[in-house]
């Protein structure tokens, strides 16, 4: 079936550390991807997407790029901050409009 | 924010009783979902709606029922709680499914 696989948390790092979280995908058809992040207490809020193969989201300085050779939409982001800790979660939908699929979520913790 | 809003934030209640669980837009959005989110789970599709009256299962609906009597309600009905419906559940609204979701800030219910 479709599903998202995210790789395990928690994951710890120091301020202005390169972080990448690795989602990878399994889907019958041709998925958009997304990324969403919530912070403690709070809902998911979409962070970026990407709606085809090569394309690239981005948004507050996190990046991700579809990658179907690889079936893979890894998320980065080249110096982070305090305030980036939180919980990210990998999603897909086939575009029916009807059902994402989440990932497990993956913890974010940066120490200053 | 996108005008979502779900009520109680928090809820205790007693195995055997129904609980219902109300999540409302001022967004005027056709689609609505109600997701369950667990440690190790990530999130898991209850139900969702895509239009007044029209609504339909998702993955972990049994035990579940729902009613959409107007554009901007939908309402989540545990018919008789139990433990394992312990959770903290999400309303979702989308008009379009590129633009992703937007969630609201979770109901956390405890089944005693």
């Known amino acids: 079936g479709d599903s998202v696989t995210q790789m395990e948390g928690p994951v710890t790092l120091s301020e202005e550390a390169f972080l990448t979280i690795n989602c990878t995908y399994t889907?019958?058809?041709?998925?958009?991807l997304f990324w969403y992040v919530q912070y403690p207490g709070e809902g998911l809020q979409l962070l970026l997407k990407?709606?085809?193969?090569?394309d690239k989201g981005s948004n507050k300085g996190f990046e991700a790029t579809y990658r179907k050779e690889t079936t893979s939409f890894h998320l980065e982001k080249g110096s982070v901050q305090v305030s980036d800790s939180a919980v990210y979660f990998c999603a897909l939908t086939l575009n029916t409009g009807n059902q994402f699929y989440f990932g497990t979520g993956t913890s974010l913790t940066v120490i200053p | 924010d996108a005008g979502i809003t779900q009520s109680p934030r928090h809820k205790v209640t007693e195995t055997g009783t129904p609980v219902t669980l109300r999540c409302h837009q001022t967004?005027?959005?056709?689609?609505m979902y109600w997701y369950r989110q667990d440690p190790g789970h990530g999130l898991r599709l209850i139900h969702y709606?895509?239009?007044?009256?029209?609504?339909d299962k998702g993955e972990v609906s049994d035990g579940y029922s729902v009613s959409r009597s107007k554009t901007e309600d939908f309402l989540l009905t545990l018919e008789s709680a139990t433990s394992s419906q312990t959770s903290v559940y999400f309303c979702?609204?989308?008009?379009?499914?590129?633009?992703?979701?937007?969630f609201g800030s979770g109901t956390r219910l405890t089944v005693v």
């Open positions: 967004e005027n959005h056709r689609y």
């Open positions: 990407a709606t085809k193969a090569d």
């Open positions: 979702a609204i989308s008009e379009r499914w590129e633009e992703g979701y937007t």
């Open positions: 709606s895509y239009g007044v009256k029209d609504t």
């Open positions: 889907a019958t058809g041709y998925p958009s």
